[in-house]
């Protein structure tokens, strides 16, 4: 409960004017931890919402085939599925079971397949992509803690990943299917998917403080961001498929024999639409 007033009240800040005192500290906070922040023109952005969901990445529709990156973020780890574990974290000894991960025991088409671990932080965009052309087979909504996915924490709790808050997203390409884990997190503690009609009502259900005003504002964002509240299934590459509200990860699993990570991109940044195969 802790986290979640927490999270509330970072949200009802960052939806202050930049005049606020509280946007000020925050976004002083923020550049500590990235020296060209200290470029930012802050003329830009009336909140420090605004901030976090900015769009300033221009993406090639044209590049078809690949696998991108769904976020702007770091590679914690990635590399093949042992039997059902993935080692998500840099800290080698720290893993987690894929059935765990999506609540389910159906999960005999990923043993041995690969997995990536993104972790966004509060310098990054906070919006996702679509990584190929795609269409989304099924979503479940996992409720959970909203514990902080910081890498700091990712070395260390091993159970992390499937205590927290989650969606699991079932994914079909041209040729393969894969699935997306957004992966919530403390802060504003909220995940909005374009491809699920409940999502803005899950934010919501989980909110102590401030609910209609959080309702009002993902709403008009979503319309803002997305166009509309119309639920959609199929994704051109690089189509947005959704919001995170402050930091957090994502997870990808593929099944075996269909793609590899470039595991040279383990421990670096990743940009939005960068290849990660």
């Not at 606020?20 to 200290?38: A, D, G, P, Q, Y």
């Not at 909504?141 to 924490?153: A, H, Q, R």
């Not at 998917?193 to 899950?202: G, R, V």
Request: charged fraction near 25%; charge should be positive; include cysteine.
């Amino acid at each position: 409960m802790l986290r979640q007033l927490y999270s509330d009240l970072v949200f009802y800040f960052s939806i202050k004017h930049k005049n606020n005192l509280i946007f000020k500290i925050l976004f002083s906070f923020i550049k500590l931890f990235n020296s060209n922040l200290n470029k930012v023109n802050l003329k830009k952005y009336m909140t420090l919402m605004d901030w976090f969901l900015r769009i300033d990445t221009k993406l090639n529709q044209s590049n078809k085939s690949g696998f991108y990156s769904p976020a702007n973020g770091k590679i914690i780890n990635c590399g093949s599925i042992r039997k059902n574990l993935i080692f998500y974290s840099s800290n080698k000894k720290i893993n987690c079971s894929i059935n765990q991960l999506l609540n389910s025991n159906d999960y005999s088409k990923y043993i041995d397949g690969e997995f990536c671990n993104i972790y966004l932080s509060p310098l990054n965009y906070h919006y996702f992509i679509s990584p190929m052309e795609m269409e989304v087979k099924n979503i479940k909504y996992i409720s959970g803690d909203i514990k902080t996915v910081s890498e700091l924490k990712q070395n260390k709790d091993k159970s992390l990943f499937i205590k927290n808050e989650r969606y699991i997203v079932k994914c079909k390409s041209k040729n393969f299917e894969f699935i997306l884990i957004p992966i919530g997190a403390i802060g504003v503690s909220a995940i909005y998917l374009k491809c699920f009609k409940d999502s803005i009502n899950n934010i919501v259900k989980r909110t102590i403080l401030f609910k209609k005003l959080k309702q009002n504002f993902i709403s008009k964002k979503v319309i803002d961001m997305f166009g509309s509240k119309v639920i959609k299934i199929k994704y051109n590459v690089f189509e947005k498929l959704g919001l995170f509200l402050f930091g957090s990860t994502i997870i990808i699993l593929t099944q075996k024999n269909t793609i590899k990570f470039n595991k040279q991109l383990i421990g670096k940044k990743v940009n939005l639409g960068q290849k990660l195969i």
